[in-house]
């Protein structure tokens, strides 16, 4: 397959309080490299088994997933656990490395907004993050509570708004459609 460069990198984003703003972003990464692009994902507050890290590794050449976080949830606390600040760092750093390294085309660092929300990254770092990527880079940060500084510094935005959902009724997340 002939790879196909990106002449110009954006800033997307996905966020909203329904489901579908990882699976957006794993699509996209689907898409990219059917075109023979590679693609980094960085999962913050993400250390359980998903289906796309499986995935991923049958796309190997193409998609790359790390975690940088528990294998349990993350709550909210005032201050942030310093464990969960510190993973939420490294994996930060290494998103950076990634992003500059010159192998990746697309950078997602998926669910970064709710890691801001929990005070484990700063506006500031995302702002960075964007401001600092390669001209080539196409950067997508996923999750709810996404900062209105980083709204108005993307240049695409999907919202994803829940009409229904049947977790309201006491379906817990399944295998294959959420996880």
Do not use: W
């Not at 600092?132 to 950067?139: A, D, G, L, S």
């Not at 940060?141 to 708004?161: Q, W």
Request: a positive charge; glycine letters at 8%; charged letters at 20%.
């Amino acid at each position: 397959m002939q790879k196909y460069s990106l002449k110009s990198g954006y800033l997307q984003v996905y966020t909203g309080n329904s489901k579908g703003k990882t699976t957006a972003a794993l699509g996209l990464a689907f898409r990219a490299a059917g075109h023979g692009l590679k693609t980094y994902i960085g999962q913050f507050m993400k250390g359980q088994v998903y289906g796309e890290l499986k995935t991923a590794e049958l796309l190997s050449r193409y998609i790359t997933i790390e975690q940088f976080g528990r294998d349990s949830f993350v709550h909210v606390q005032n201050p942030a656990d310093p464990l969960d600040v510190q993973m939420a760092q490294r994996g930060l750093q290494r998103c950076i490395k990634m992003m500059n390294s010159g192998e990746y085309d697309i950078v997602v660092l998926d669910e970064i907004c709710v890691a801001h929300y929990y005070n484990l990254i700063s506006v500031e770092q995302m702002l960075a993050v964007a401001r600092n990527r390669p001209q080539h880079v196409e950067i997508i940060f996923t999750g709810r509570y996404c900062p209105s500084k980083v709204i108005e510094a993307a240049d695409l935005v999907t919202e994803m708004t829940e009409i229904k959902h049947y977790y309201h009724n006491g379906i817990e997340a399944r295998k294959g459609i959420e996880r």
